[in-house]
């Protein structure tokens, strides 16, 4: 399979398929579909980002001990964590498979409020 080949299959998988539909994130008793989260961000630019520079602002340790290890042990780094005001609201599993493997980067999209607001349940 081609370079550009397996980007389209990737890219399309990412869009389609990066989350469980039955998934939700729960902040300040508000929740929110990841599914929505994930519609909403779709044309967001995918930044690549220093952990140390998250660490800063989330406890990854913390993340890390709300995982499971089989969780972490088979997370796909390959797909963006999001964040949204300075909480992981998918991707923790990465997170902290990058953490534990010593990854200095990884790929991030920043939820705005209005993203959030349009997957609110």
């Not at 990066?18 to 990841?34: A, L, R, T």
């Not at 001990?65 to 609201?89: C, E, G, H, M, Q």
Request: charge should be positive; aromatic fraction near 12%; glycine fraction near 0%.
């Amino acid at each position: 399979m081609s370079n550009i080949k397996r980007k389209a299959v990737l890219n399309f998988y990412l869009k389609k398929v990066s989350y469980w539909e039955d998934q939700s994130f729960v902040h300040d008793n508000s929740e929110f579909d990841v599914s929505l989260v994930w519609n909403s961000i779709e044309e967001k630019e995918c930044n690549t980002v220093l952990i140390s520079k998250i660490s800063k602002k989330i406890n990854i340790k913390k993340e890390i001990r709300l995982s499971k290890y089989f969780d972490i042990k088979n997370a796909n780094t390959d797909y963006p964590i999001i964040i949204w005001n300075n909480r992981i609201v998918d991707g923790t599993d990465r997170l902290a498979k990058a953490y534990i493997n010593n990854d200095k980067y990884i790929k991030v999209i920043y939820a705005s409020d209005k993203d959030m607001l349009y997957a609110l349940m």
